[in-house]
């Protein structure tokens, strides 16, 4: 069964900063994954995605502020997230992800706990 594992999340001012964490169980040189954020009443959303062999792709609302990457020797994913706004508020979650039509869909149903952003004004 996959697990995964995110850590780092903590209570920021605007305009700060906080790297992710993603332990994930598979590897994640040969999958794609991605960073997604829940807000309350919000659907999760796609922040982030990284492709075997480093490509990477952002949602606009990130774009020159986070940024992701990984370590395949630790299979873990990162997210580098700077100039954090009030709207960055929300638990963040990692999932491997596949293409699925024009749209990147998580592989598995399965969602590890999260780890919660703030972001004060």
């Known amino acids: 069964q996959v697990q995964l594992v995110e850590s780092g999340g903590g209570l920021v001012r605007a305009g700060g900063s906080l790297r992710l964490s993603c332990a994930a169980s598979?590897?994640?040189?040969?999958?794609?994954m991605g960073w997604y954020r829940q807000a309350p009443g919000n659907q999760r959303e796609l922040v982030a995605v990284i492709n075997p062999g480093t490509s990477t792709d952002y949602a606009d609302f990130v774009k020159g502020r986070f940024t992701i990457s990984g370590d395949n020797a630790k299979n873990t994913v990162y997210l580098q997230m700077n100039s954090l706004e009030p709207e960055d508020t929300a638990v963040y979650y990692c999932?491997?992800?596949?293409?699925?039509?024009?749209?990147?869909?998580?592989?598995?149903?399965?969602w590890g706990q999260g780890t919660q952003v703030t972001v004060s004004s």
């Open positions: 999932n491997f992800i596949f293409r699925c039509g024009r749209r990147w869909c998580n592989l598995y149903e399965y």
């Open positions: 598979g590897s994640i040189s040969t999958n794609a």
